[in-house]
Structures are given as structure tokens and as C-alpha cells.
């Protein structure tokens, strides 16, 4: 993990998107490390697809997913109580170092698996309360390149931003209040994405 090499180093950032927002580093993770973990992932972690409710039907999401993290981390989102995995060694690693790196306290991961262009996530914010107020979420993805939307709520603005494979996005501050983010399909992408999301969870604010 370069996290904390060039921490100031934001110049792949798309200039529109606020630096006290977001941070992106297309190159955390080299490319080789990070595609090896990808296929460890992929082929081994207990994968879930639970369904939601969405204006009042349930639907399986559009992708697996797995929720990790300290006992006492549990979270909810869509009506649903999630209760964490326990950490796997790779990923309690990363985050030990991401907690250093960034002076964070990161607690829990949310792992997606987009198994091909077809499996997506709509556009969201994570503003769930147990998040707290200005959360810091670090997202680090791993495998087939995606393209991640950011839609400002006031202006309708829409930034793409292409997460390469072993690259690092921070959200923090006023970005999830300010910006709603998606992962649209991409019919001609034929290959897997994971995307880790590292989050502080507290369980007392649910
Ligand atoms: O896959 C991504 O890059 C986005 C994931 C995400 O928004 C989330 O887990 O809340
Ligand atoms: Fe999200």
C-alpha cells in the first residue's frame, strides 16, 4: 500500500471534484498485487446476494456482495440489519494499514463483486446514520476497469471517473451530503471487479 508515500499527490483527481471531498490515487495498489488479489477474493470469500426493497418490491441486488468487519460493527441500509463476516487476514492487513496511513479508524469493509458490465450499483449516498456525519470511506478496486458516476445533488453536475485496477478514492468531508455516486452497467466489460469500501461503523447510532 502506497497510501501514505505522496500524500498529497491528488492530481488525478478530475478538477471539478472538490480536493476536501475526494482524493484519487489510480496506483495504491500495484497492478500485479492487486489483480492476484482479486482472483484470491473472488474464489474464496462466502459471496452473498441478498435482495432489497425497492418502492416496495424486493429485488436480488445486481451483483454479490459480502459485509466484514469488527463484531460490534453491525450496519443497516434498506431495512435490512447486515451483520459483519469476520475479517479475512488480506483485508485486515489492508485495513490495519489504511487506519495508519490515513489516521482513520476503520472498523468494517463492504466487498462488491461485479461479476461482469451487467452488475451494477444505483445511485446512492452513504449517509446511513451509523456512518456518522462527515464519514471517511476509502474504496480500493480491484480487477476489470469501471466507470464510477459522481452526480452533485444542488447542480446536476455528472463526473465520471474511470477506478482502475489497485486504485484508492477517498470520500470524505461534505461528499456524501453534497454528491450522490453510482456504478453503472457497462454491457461490453466481460470481466470481474471487486470494489472494497472500508468504513467506521457505529452501532450505537442505529
Ligand atoms: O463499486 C464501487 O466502486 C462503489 C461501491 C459503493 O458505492 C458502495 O459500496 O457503497
Ligand atoms: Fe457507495
Not at 444542488?154 to 470524505?172: C, H, Q, R
Request: glycine fraction near 6%.
Amino acid at each position: 500500500m502506497r497510501a501514505n508515500a505522496h500524500p498529497q499527490n491528488n492530481d488525478q483527481l478530475p478538477a471539478n471534484l472538490p480536493a476536501s471531498m475526494f482524493s484519487y490515487q489510480p496506483r495504491a495498489l500495484g497492478g500485479v498485487k492487486a489483480q492476484r488479489l482479486f482472483c484470491h477474493l473472488r474464489d474464496t470469500l462466502p459471496w452473498q446476494q441478498p435482495s432489497i426493497l425497492v418502492y416496495g418490491k424486493w429485488h436480488a441486488i445486481p451483483r454479490l456482495q459480502l459485509y466484514m468487519g469488527d463484531a460490534d460493527s453491525a450496519y443497516e441500509y434498506s431495512q435490512q440489519r447486515f451483520e459483519p463476516a469476520p475479517w479475512v487476514p488480506e483485508l485486515d492487513a489492508m485495513r490495519q494499514r489504511l487506519n495508519l496511513a490515513l489516521g482513520c479508524h476503520f472498523n468494517a469493509v463492504l466487498v462488491n463483486y461485479y461479476r461482469h458490465g451487467l452488475d451494477c450499483m444505483g445511485w446512492h449516498s452513504d449517509d446511513e446514520p451509523e456512518l456518522g456525519l462527515e464519514p471517511v470511506i476509502a474504496s480500493i478496486s480491484l480487477g476489470a476497469l469501471r466507470k464510477f458516476k459522481l452526480r452533485h445533488k444542488e447542480s446536476g453536475e455528472v463526473t465520471d471517473l474511470a477506478l482502475t485496477n489497485g486504485s484508492l478514492l477517498i470520500m470524505k468531508g461534505q461528499s456524501q451530503r453534497c454528491y450522490a455516486h453510482s456504478l453503472p452497467k457497462q454491457r461490453k466489460v466481460t470481466q470481474g471487479r471487486i470494489n472494497l469500501t472500508f468504513r467506521h461503523i457505529d452501532s450505537s447510532l442505529l
